[in-house]
């Protein structure tokens, strides 16, 4: 009789903890905080563009601020959410600012697509973040597929202290200047982006760079 006892005791607690294990939420961070999107959140950033003009060897540069504000999120069926931005842009920003344009991101546990307001889609991020992952940005549209990695992850860059970075491309030779990387800080977002596309003859440059670094 005891022994009985003792073997209904023994499947009574098994069951109680697999039940409990069951029910228990479990909670993944897969990166998400890498990119925090907010109704109401602000994000500013400077802006240094140089162009290249191969006819006359001429270089101009100009510094601009933009500010982002999310405006509104869609929550879909579909366990997407649809954030709207409106972007407004400055030379001073002392003397105001100027409405631009305005896009979208959409996001979910997989992904953080970027959606121009013409629809265009480009995949800015991808989760579970982990370094060496690679996807092709432009799997929602029709370009040529373009891969990126994570190149860095939950590691210092400059004054952040957990940033991860995207490398898409740096070709940097005699002929051409061809960049493409972007870093996030963790519970801030994008804190530094450089795209170059310089083509360069006996040292005549043609083309641009530009340079968005984060406003704190």
């Not at 905080?33 to 060897?57: E, H, R, T, W």
């Not at 265009?120 to 940005?137: A, E």
């Amino acid at each position: 009789m005891l022994r009985t006892l003792t073997i209904l005791f023994a499947f009574s607690l098994l069951f109680s903890n697999c039940r409990k294990t069951e029910y228990e939420p479990v909670t993944t961070d897969v990166g998400q905080a890498y990119f925090p999107l907010k109704v109401g959140q602000i994000n500013m950033f400077s802006i240094d563009s140089v162009k290249y003009n191969a006819v006359g060897n001429t270089k101009d540069s100009v510094r601009k601020f933009i500010k982002e504000i999310i405006t509104s999120v869609e929550a879909h069926s579909s366990g997407d959410s649809t954030y709207r931005i409106e972007l407004f842009s400055t030379k001073d920003t002392s003397k105001g600012w100027n409405y631009s344009s305005y896009y979208f991101y959409s996001t979910n546990k997989y992904h953080v697509n970027f959606v121009t307001g013409g629809g265009s889609i480009t995949t800015d991020l991808v989760f579970p973040i982990s370094r060496g992952i690679r996807w092709n940005i432009n799997s929602y549209n029709h370009k040529e597929p373009q891969n990126a990695t994570y190149t860095l992850v939950s590691k210092p860059w400059m004054e952040y202290t957990n940033c991860l970075e995207v490398f898409v491309k740096e070709d940097i030779n005699i002929v051409e200047e061809s960049i493409d990387k972007r870093v996030y800080s963790k519970n801030k977002g994008l804190v530094y982006k450089i795209l170059s596309e310089v083509k360069i003859n006996n040292d005549i440059k043609n083309g641009f760079k530009i340079i968005t670094k984060r406003i704190e």
